[in-house]
Structure formats: C-alpha cells, structure tokens
C-alpha cells in the first residue's frame, strides 16, 4: 500500500540548516522512493546534453540497497562500464544480460543471446523466483531501432504486468521496470505511446550545469501530478537535490556591485519640488467625477443659469426673422 | 580555467584539467570521439587526428571515403607525417573508399569485400565493413607488438546515408566497432559527421543523435552565425560526455574560436582573435 506522498514544487523554501539536510534526505529519499513505489514502467528521457544512464544507475543502486534483485538487459555500455562505480554489495545483487558485445550475431561464435533481442526481453518476462525484482532496459532506444514499436510497446506491457498473470495462484510482488529513452532519436509517435505505458515519466534537462528531472506521475485513478526536483549525481550514485536553480538564474541582486542610478546624469529635470508635488496632487482632474460635480448637476441652482449668446452681427449678415423651416409640411 | 590566448587543439584539450582528457593517448583509452561540422568543413580535425595517432606511434585504421590517399598523404605531409611510410611499414591500414568502391563491381561475388553494400540492391548491413576492421585492427604476431593502442578513424559517416545504407545499419557498425575496438581492444575511435542542420534530414538527425549518445567526447565545429570571416574560420564546441569519474561540477562545455593555416590550427577564446583586438 503506498504512503501518501509529500509533493513539493520547486519553489524557494527558508529553513535552519539543519532542518534543510533533513528535509533534503527525505526529499532524496522521496523522490527516488516515489520513483519505484509504483509497479510498472519508468520512464527515462534523457538527451545528448543531459544524460541518463547516471539516473538510472542510481535507481537500480536504489533498490538493489531495499533488497531487490535487479536485471539490466544492456544494449549500449558494456558490462564493465555499467559495473563501474557500484560497490560490491550493489554488484552481487545485479545480473547483466549482455547485449551489447554481439546484439546481432555477427560473429557467429554461439555467445550472443540465440533469440537476439526480442528473445531476450521476452525471457525477463518469464520469472522464476517470485521476490521483487527491477528490471532495467539500457537503452529503450536501441530497441525501439531495431525493433517494431508495436512488438515493444506489447513486450514492455507484459513485463511491466507479471502481477497481473491469470494462471498465478500465488500473489507476485509488483515489477519495476527502469527504461532509458534518448528522446531526439524517435518521433513523437513511438515516444508518445512508450510514454502511454509508463507509471512515472522523467525528463531530464538542466540548466547553468545544473541537472533537473521534471517528474510526470500517473498513478491509477488519480490525476497526473508533476513534480520538477533540481538534482546532482555524486560518485556513488547516491543522489544529491537542490532546492531550486542554481544561483544566476535566480533574480538577487548582486551585492558586491552597487546598484546605478540612471537618472543622476539626464539633461532634463525627472524630479518634483515640494510645491510642485502638492500643486499636483491637489488638481482635479476635467472629467473626473468627483462627489461635487455630481451633487452640482443633481442641484440645478443659480450658477446653472441659462448660457447666453452674445451675436455681434457683420455687415453683410443677412439677418431674416422668419423661420425657415416653416413652409415644411412635418 | 584560463583558455590560452592561441594553441594548438592538443593544448586545448589538455589544459582543461579534466579527468577523461582524450588525447593524451597513454591515459585515456577506449573512448569514441565524434567529430561533427555543421556550415562549416570538419576535415582539419579529422587530419590532425590522422597525424596525431601516427605520430603517437599507434596502429591506424583510416576508412577514407572521402578524399582520395594522396589528399591526405599532402595533408598530413604538411602536418609532419607520411602516409605513406606508415603504411608500408604496417602501422597504417588504409581503406581508400573511392578507388576500392570500383573494385567491387570488377570481383566476384564470393569475394567479401568491405563496401560490399554498395553491390546489394536493399541496403543491408555493414559487417563487411566491420570485418575488415577488426582483421586491421587485431592484435598480430610480435612484429606489430612495437604500435601503441589500435585507433579507428572514418571520413565520415554521413556519405554512407547518401550511398543508401540505413542510419540503424551505421549505428549497429559503429556499435559494433566500439564492442570492439574500444572495449575489447582498449583503443580509440574517431568518426566525423556532417550535421545537416536546417535540411532536415531525418536520417542524418538519428544518426548523428544515436553517435552523440554513444560518444565520449563531442567536437563540433560550426561556421559563425555572422557568415564568412578572413581571420576566424568558424568556432568549436567540445562537449564531454559520461564521464567516468563523476565530478559534483558539471562544467562539460566549451567553445572556442579557430584559425586554419597552413600547417597549423590555431585557437583562441571567442572573440580573442588577434586580427580583431
């Protein structure tokens, strides 16, 4: 039964320091956690800028520490780069599916997977021991290259619902599974329907070499919640978060540069005397309708006396009494 | 980091501090490093790569699409090597793509041949091209025990679009070829691309995306955006990617300005040339 879960956005919070290093393990622990609390697809997109082989390895680093076996079906690195940085505890509890040395049978030594790597998805859906376990796919992309979409998207259904067996008497933990998407590799149709199938959606981007993950959650019969968490991966692949962007995107002032007054050098005068601000204030305004002008017109008084016409005539002013319009039959 | 008022790219590269420097050939192996030009002609870099590797005593694999041998061998002349003393004595495996395509039509079929795809009517992979690498590449008997790390360089890539092999097919060769020659045998791989930029070729996109991800170190060379100019020939931006040992700074970015001459290139922080200061 997953805990309700504390999401915060990315905005500036003011805390003691001590309190912040607690805040920020429980955030560490609530974004990773959060991560893998659901069963399903997670998916990854990262981008040649912001890569996310580092995330991923952090998440598996993650739950091989609750006690999960993790398998990597690994299509880019090979076995040793993806080891490298695990420390020993984490490295016993993986299982590297090596599809990188020989994906396509080139070297026709018997050593690469028999059922190539359709074969080899297909087999992590079929599992044995009924413990959790992660499944992580390094990279989705490399299989969405060389395999149809559909197929894919159906495999990674099925992988991603093991629980969900109808010959399984016995109840079977939920299946994580990790995928690692490059999104400038494929259009909009295959990653939007990778991007249907996933539970919890990270993009990764940054900026001022700051990486960010803007997590998109879609828990079942919920509303999907975004969350944006500015992050840093250290050495270990533990994981380090911000609170916010980093400082020069931020809108302080600098206080070391004092601030220039742009109106000390003008030709022309910007600033108001003391008479002339009160001459200013006191003015009304011509067609403001102030409580005096409207008592004014309600009140007919003398003031509002007929206006008169003063008519001086010229010399060759026809002057005739008569009303023009008489002879009109209105 | 104080980018040095001109030097050379070697100088470049090593004075950034970074852990994963590339060039210095004894420390950092097994990495692929993409060169790729956009408005602009890469191939200085894919010469001084060329002539880098020889004179740092390493086995080279050039698959010259190109240009023909003796482009680069006047080249690489006025850069301080000989083409063609490296490869008569074994240190430099030349495959001149121009001359060798015509011999694949005049063989017979039997015959592997590495531009084999060129004779298949829908495109089909490029494992020729990868044998013929890796029979360059591997390890011989003693008499090649003197050459330092293998190294693998092509130019370039994008011409294969344009000879009708898929992106995916170049993405599996290049995969394959890191397999091996980065991983198996410890060595190094250049490769140059062209990016398309606004011509919108989607095949180019994936495979000059799928190399980005596969690369190390990225080294983009780009025209100015202000057009053509006498003393600065365009700008590059390195970019280092996965790294190995992660640092808690992530200043992966660079660009500098360049200079081609004669026998040299020469680099300079933006707008640092010395013609306009």
């Known amino acids: 039964m997953p805990r309700p879960f504390h999401l915060e956005g990315a905005e500036q919070l003011s805390v003691t320091p001590s309190e912040s290093v607690r805040r920020g393990a429980e955030r560490e ?93 297909r087999a992590m859906c079929r599992r044995t021991n009924p413990g959790p ?77 700051q990486a960010s993950a803007h997590i998109l959650y879609r828990r079942p019969r919920q509303r999907p919640t975004h969350q944006t968490q500015w992050f840093s991966i250290l050495p270990d692949f533990s994981l380090d978060l911000q609170r916010g962007p980093p400082l020069e995107l931020q809108r302080h002032p600098d206080p070391h540069t004092p601030p220039v007054d742009p109106t000390t050098q003008l030709t022309f005068n910007l600033h ?46 026809d002057l005739d009494q008569e009303d023009p319009d008489d002879d009109l039959d209105v | 980091m104080l980018a040095p008022a001109e030097g050379g790219l070697l100088d470049l590269l090593e004075s950034s501090q970074r852990p994963c420097v590339l060039l210095k050939v004894p420390r950092k192996q097994g990495k692929l490093t993409l060169l790729c030009d956009a408005k602009t002609d890469g191939s200085f870099l894919v010469h001084h790569f060329l002539s880098f590797y020889l004179k740092a005593n390493c086995k080279v694999c050039f698959v010259a699409l190109i240009q023909s041998f003796s482009h680069y061998n006047i080249v690489g002349q006025k850069l301080g090597v000989s083409l063609t003393t490296a490869r008569e004595r074994g240190q430099l495996v030349f495959l001149e793509g121009l001359k060798s395509s015509v011999d694949v039509f005049f063989r017979s079929q039997e015959e592997p041949h590495p531009l084999q795809f060129l004779r298949e009517a829908n495109t089909g992979n490029l494992q020729p091209l990868f044998e013929f690498v890796r029979e360059a590449l591997k390890p011989g008997d003693n008499a090649e025990a003197a050459w330092r790390c293998p190294v693998l360089l092509v130019d370039d890539l994008s011409v294969l679009l344009s000879l009708g092999v ?30 398309s930029g606004d011509a919108e070729d989607e095949e180019n996109d994936v495979l000059l995306n799928g190399l980005s991800h596969q690369s190390h170190l990225i080294l983009r060379a780009e025209g100015l955006a202000t057009g053509f100019c006498r003393d600065v020939h365009g700008q590059l931006r390195i970019l280092w990617r996965r790294p190995s040992q992660l640092t808690a700074q992530r200043d992966r970015s660079l660009t500098y300005q360049y200079k081609i001459q004669d026998k040299s290139v020469s680099f300079f922080a933006k707008g640092m040339s010395p013609a306009v200061l």
């Not at chain 1, 999960?68 to 490298?84: A, T, Y």
């Not at chain 1, 067996?165 to 016995?170: A, F, K």
């Not at chain 2, 890191?178 to 062209?194: D, F, M, P, S, W």
């Open chain 1, 29 to 121: 622990l609530e974004m990773l956690e959060s991560l893998l609390a659901l069963g399903g697809l997670v998916l990854l997109r990262d981008s040649v800028e912001w890569e996310g082989r580092s995330l991923l390895k952090a998440l598996i680093k993650k739950s091989a520490a609750c006690g999960e076996q993790v398998h990597i079906l690994g299509c880019e690195v090979s076995e040793e780069e993806f080891r490298e940085g695990f420390d020993s505890h984490v490295n016993s509890r993986l299982v590297y599916h090596d599809l990188f040395r020989d994906p396509l049978n080139w070297s026709k030594t018997g050593e690469a997977l028999p059922e190539g790597p359709l074969g080899a998805l």
């Open chain 1, 133 to 209: 376990v992660t499944i992580a796919l390094d990279s989705l992309s490399w299989l969405l290259l060389h395999l149809p979409c559909t197929t894919l998207c159906q495999t990674l259904h099925a992988l991603s619902h093991q629980d969900s067996c109808p010959g399984n008497s016995t109840p079977v933990e939920p299946v994580h599974v990790l995928g690692l998407l490059h999104e400038e590799l494929h259009g909009p149709g295959p990653v939007g329907a990778l991007s249907s199938l996933a539970q919890a959606e990270v993009t990764l981007s940054g900026a001022m070499g």
């Open chain 1, 272 to 317: 108001l005397s003391k008479e002339e601000k009160e001459a200013k204030d006191s003015l009304t305004l011509p067609f403001q309708f102030s409580s005096e002008k409207q008592q004014a017109l309600l009140r007919p008084g003398p003031s509002q006396a007929t206006s008169r016409i003063f008519y001086e005539p010229d010399a060759y002013d």
């Open chain 2, 166 to 195: 898929g992106a995916v097919a170049v993405l599996d060769f290049i995969h394959y070829c890191r397999a091996t020659v980065c991983c198996e045998l410890k060595g190094n791989i250049v490769t140059l691309v062209h990016d």
